[in-house]
């Protein structure tokens, strides 16, 4: 009896490169996929230094109970209030219980060239110069019942 062999005793063989290549690129393809999901993953989940810094920041372009036109239901997202701007109310929104806080100088200096005042909190040495300066953030300044452009710059002192 003859038998009709089509399929190759030796299959495994004929096909042992085609597995060896397929097994290196499948690991490079792993390794690759492996390492951009690590890095997209590890920045969402980087803590940015002086994080305590930056959220007292955003308190005094951001809250009513600072600086910002308006009360609590109403405030309009940085405009800022002309007479709520001073020193008083700087060290009331930026109240401290522990620790030795950083210590910040804010300017406000309208477009016009009218509005230029800096104020300062209570543990400003003025003696020493800052150590940080962020990016001058763009305001609108309410001053006796109408608005006007302008730059408010944060400068910090003592940081950690």
Known sequence: MIHNKKASELWVANKILFWIIFGIVLGFSSITFVYMISKTGAERATVYENLESLS????????????????????????????????EQLNKCYSFK???????????????????????????????????????????IRRQDELQKGRMEIETQNIK
């Open 56 to 87: 007292l920041l955003q308190r005094f372009l951001k809250s009513p109970d600072c600086f910002t036109y308006g009360n609590e239901e109403n405030a309009l997202y940085l405009a800022l209030d002309y007479e709520k701007f001073n020193d």
């Open 98 to 140: 522990q620790g030795s806080p950083p210590a910040y100088r804010i300017t406000l200096t309208s477009e016009s060239g009218d509005i230029v005042k800096s104020i300062k909190t209570a543990n400003w040495n003025i003696n020493r110069d800052f150590e940080e300066k962020r990016a001058p953030a763009n305001v609108m």
